[in-house]
C-alpha cells in the first residue's frame, strides 16, 4: 500500500460544486500539507498542518479550507470551485523531526473545473 | 523574489551524456537544506537527492549528484550517462530552518523539463 494516498485522483466538476480532495497517510507523520501544480509554475503551498489542532496558512490559501480530522487524515475543500481552480493537488507528509525535511508526495488528485 | 531559480525551462540531451540542471536559490537563513524532484509523465513526485546547508562534500545518489556551491547560493543537479527513463520534469526544492523547528514546507522552483534523445 503507498504512503500516502489521495481521492479522488481525478475528478471534472462545474463552476460553484463544492469539492473535496482527501488524503491519508500509513506513515504515522505529523506533518501533512496540500500543495498545487500549475503548468509553468512549479507546486504551490495552500495550506500544511502539524498536528490536529495546528493548521497554517500556506502561499495560496485563498478559496480553499483545509480539515485534519486526525493525524493520518488531511483534507482539502474548494467551497465554490471556479475554472482557475484547475489544476493537480499533490497532499504530502513529513517526519518533522531533526532529518533532511523530505516531503512523501501523494500520486495527485487531478481537478478540473468546467 | 524568487526564491529558487530554474532557469532553464526545457533541455535536449543524448543518452549516454551527462546532464547540468541549474538551481540557485535565496535565503538569509543559515540552516536550509535542499532537495531535487523527478516528477516523469505519470505524474507522481519522486525524491531524488538531498543537501543541506551545513554538508561539507556535495550529495550524491548513484547517478545523480549535487554540485553545491554555497557562496554563490546554487544547487545543481548533474545527471551522469543519461537514459531514456531520465526523460520527465525536474523540481528543486528548499526547507529553511531545521525541519524541527517549524518548518514550513518547502518551496519550489519552477521545473525544468529534460528530454533525453536516443
Known amino acids: 500500500d503507498a504512503d500516502v494516498t489521495q481521492t479522488p485522483r481525478n475528478r471534472i466538476t462545474k463552476t460553484g460544486k463544492r469539492i473535496m480532495l482527501e488524503c491519508s497517510q500509513t506513515?504515522?507523520?505529523?506533518?501533512m500539507y496540500w500543495y498545487r501544480q500549475d503548468p509553468g509554475l512549479g507546486l504551490r503551498l495552500i495550506y500544511y498542518s502539524f498536528d490536529v489542532k495546528d493548521i497554517n496558512k500556506g502561499e495560496i490559501s485563498d478559496g480553499y479550507s483545509v480539515s485534519r480530522q486526525a493525524q493520518a487524515k488531511f483534507s482539502l475543500s474548494l467551497e465554490s470551485a471556479i475554472p482557475n481552480q484547475t489544476a493537480l493537488y499533490f497532499c504530502?507528509?513529513?517526519?518533522?523531526?531533526?532529518?533532511?525535511?523530505?516531503?512523501?508526495f501523494g500520486e495527485g488528485s487531478r481537478l478540473t473545473v468546467l | 523574489a524568487q526564491k529558487i531559480t530554474q532557469t532553464q525551462p526545457g533541455m535536449f540531451v543524448q543518452e549516454k551524456e551527462a546532464v547540468t540542471l541549474d538551481c540557485t536559490y535565496d535565503t538569509s537563513d543559515p540552516s536550509y537544506g535542499l532537495f531535487w524532484y523527478k516528477q516523469p509523465s505519470s505524474g507522481e513526485m519522486i525524491f531524488l537527492i538531498y543537501?543541506?546547508?551545513?554538508?561539507?562534500q556535495n550529495a550524491t545518489e548513484g547517478r545523480y549528484s549535487l554540485n553545491f556551491q554555497k557562496a554563490r547560493k546554487s544547487a545543481n543537479l548533474v545527471i551522469s550517462a543519461s537514459q531514456l527513463g531520465d526523460s520527465a520534469m525536474y523540481f528543486c526544492a528548499m526547507r529553511e530552518g531545521w525541519s524541527g523547528g517549524g518548518a514550513d514546507g518547502l518551496t519550489f522552483g519552477k521545473g525544468t523539463h529534460l528530454i533525453i534523445q536516443p
Open positions: 543537501q543541506g546547508s551545513y554538508d561539507q
Open positions: 504530502a507528509i513529513s517526519s518533522g523531526s531533526m532529518n533532511t525535511g523530505e516531503l512523501f
Open positions: 506513515k504515522g507523520h505529523d506533518r
